[in-house]
């Protein structure tokens, strides 16, 4: 059996501090990717926006609005 290396990786809002997550991927035993987008929906803090890490990451706003989950678990 090959050893895989292990991954969590998170995408920003921005490069500032404020920033907060909007996708999170990681790998499964196998290889594959798995990943998540996270809707800033219902979180009023969660304001801190930049087109810089936008086009970055290639992760619309708009986007997270309508396929992010709002909820995990």
Known sequence: ????????DFEA?????????IEGA??????S???CLISPAGISRWTDWSDKAERI???AK????VEGRRKIG
């Open 1 to 8: 059996m090959e050893n895989i290396p292990s991954f969590i």
């Open 13 to 21: 809002s921005s490069l500032g501090s404020a920033s907060y997550p």
């Open 57 to 59: 990451h290639g992760i």
């Open 26 to 31: 990681w790998n499964l035993a196998g290889g």
């Open 33 to 35: 990717i798995e990943s």
């Open 62 to 65: 708009a986007q997270l609005l």
